[in-house]
């Protein structure tokens, strides 16, 4: 047990959230820098050097410089074994990331400095604040134009509610952009550009020494002096329990880029969060040192291997040591097997896997028995831990293939990609799959569909947009969906395990139905 015990405090997973094209990709890519799990950080776009970022394996991700799916990244680091959970940043791709939440500990909120806090940040704060997990922020992109350090931690407070505390300050912004200060040791480090290179040349100058005068100029270390006064008279005080309620944030300044900050950044991370969390079970909590193996499914992806066809179910591990071949008890499907499999992830890199711990990230084949959210436990400890909801889409199209000859292919590719998440997929009542409705939380998620039906299952389609706006699961068990009293705009499907919705095309249908039909009861998503 005791050794257990130390394998588990090593571990630190997280998730990386931002609004699209504030770096996250980037700095992902140099914290593996720094772990020594590439030797290259390839840009996301990676037109100069024709390689792309390590987190970006999709082919459609390569060429639209996007991440569209999440990927699960582990790499160690003075000690730690951390797990970076690489999400999407744009807004369509939403769902994946609220998924990916629920299996991280903490999170690294990137902000561009020259934008403050974004739509989309604000969106995914959210998630981070109902589970009131710490949040460490990254102000990147100092290397550009920015705006004021104080500008920006006051948009972070005022938009997001929550309070900061600069573990760093920048020194000077753009061209003029010479490093950081760090309030903890109270000097300043001064870095050089490198290319990618993992070896930075880097300086710490203590804030009393004339060489810092003549390294940074007159102006900027008479702003830095006037800086560093205000925010010792006037700024919050740092409180570990207030990070750790997810109330405090710890604000970094630097540039992944160029690598300005990135690996002190990291190292105080790494203090600054803590070893796996307890979970919630539908009974209780799941402790991470509990002698029993659980664990929950959060993602599912398929055809990662284009030439094997395969998919592979992610879990977290939530307790306990997991050995490959052990006996589990999958408690959706009441069934006990064997995780014969299991690999770690780097993007689309594998490697089978012999054992992990609590707060790792494995991959197990999944002949299709997996859906997300379910839980995996020892067979004489039997519990489950609670649901991960479906979110309701908001965009509808009607679906269908161009070659009806592909009519197994198709059905494969659309069933393939619904398990995984990023679409759902309906059908109206006592209707075949010859063609299904397809509804999205964002519209680039059609794009996405027609794209990887087309390169992973050689199946054409076409897209009917639908005017549909809302979706509503019915709640009642015993409702006859073809009695109901609805308004001409409104339209009868089912999901694929047979369960009745109803697609409306305004908030004026959704009242219609509810005041025509007593006892009707409309859920928002399904659990």
């Not at 009642?476 to 369960?499: V, W």
Request: aromatic letters at 10%; hydrophobic letters at 40%; one cysteine or more.
């Amino acid at each position: 047990m005791a050794d257990i015990k130390k394998e588990i405090e090593k571990r630190r997973t997280f998730a990386i959230i931002s609004h699209p094209d504030a770096g996250k990709t980037t700095l992902t890519e140099k914290l593996l820098l720094y772990g020594g799990a590439i030797n290259l950080a390839g840009s996301v776009k990676g037109k100069k050097t024709a390689k792309h970022a390590v987190s970006d394996w999709m082919e459609i991700e390569k060429q639209r410089g996007i991440s569209v799916t999440s990927s699960v990244l582990q790499f160690k680091y003075n000690g730690y074994c951390i797990n970076i959970l690489d999400t999407p940043g744009h807004q369509d791709f939403s769902e994946d990331t609220y998924r990916t939440l629920m299996a991280a500990d903490s999170a690294v909120m990137v902000i561009d400095a020259s934008k403050g806090v974004e739509a989309q940040t604000i969106k995914l704060f959210k998630v981070c604040l109902l589970r009131s997990i710490p949040i460490i922020t990254f102000i990147n992109k100092m290397d550009r134009d920015a705006k004021s350090p104080f500008e920006l931690l006051e948009d972070i407070e005022n938009v997001l509610g929550i309070s900061t505390y600069p573990m760093n300050w920048p020194i000077g912004s753009g061209k003029e952009f010479k490093g950081v200060y760090d309030r903890k040791s109270g000097s300043v480090l001064t870095f050089t550009a490198n290319n990618g290179q993992r070896e930075v040349e880097s300086r710490s100058i203590p804030l009393s020494s004339e060489e810092l005068k003549s390294s940074i100029g007159d102006d900027l270390f008479s702003r830095l002096s006037e800086d560093i006064e205000l925010l010792d008279v006037a700024g919050d005080d740092f409180n570990s329990e207030l990070v750790r309620g997810g109330r405090l944030t710890p604000v970094f300044f630097g540039s992944a880029l160029t690598n300005f900050g990135v690996e002190p950044f990291l190292e105080e991370f790494l203090s600054l969060t803590t070893p796996p969390l307890p979970r919630e079970t539908l009974t209780g909590e799941a402790s991470p040192y509990s002698d029993g193996f659980s664990a929950f499914v959060f993602k599912i992806q398929a055809n990662m291997n284009k030439a094997h066809r395969d998919r592979i179910a992610f879990m977290r591990i939530c307790s306990g040591r997991f050995e490959k071949n052990m006996e589990v008890y999958h408690v959706q499907g009441d069934r006990k097997l064997r995780l014969s499999q299991p690999q770690q992830i780097m993007a689309q890199e594998r490697e089978v896997i012999y054992e992990a711990y609590a707060g790792d990230i494995i991959g197990v084949f999944d002949p299709g028995i997996f859906s997300i959210g379910d839980t995996i436990c020892m067979a004489n400890d039997k519990f489950c831990f609670k649901g991960i909801p479906t979110f309701a889409p908001e965009h509808f199209a009607l679906v269908l293939q161009k070659d009806t000859m592909k009519r197994k292919q198709f059905v494969k590719g659309v069933n393939q990609i619904a398990q995984e998440g990023t679409i759902q997929i309906f059908r109206e009542p006592e209707s075949g799959m010859e063609e299904v409705i397809v509804g999205v939380v964002g519209t680039l998620q059609f794009e996405v569909l027609e794209y990887r039906l087309k390169n992973e299952y050689n199946v054409e389609i076409v897209m009917n947009p639908l005017p549909y706006q809302y979706i509503r699961w019915i709640g009642n068990d015993d409702i006859d969906i073809k009695a109901l009293d609805l308004a001409s705009d409104t339209k009868r499907i089912e999901d694929l395990k047979g369960r009745p919705l109803l697609l409306f095309t305004s908030e004026w249908s959704i009242s219609w139905a509810l005041e025509h039909n007593e006892g009707l009861i409309l859920e928002e998503f399904s659990s």
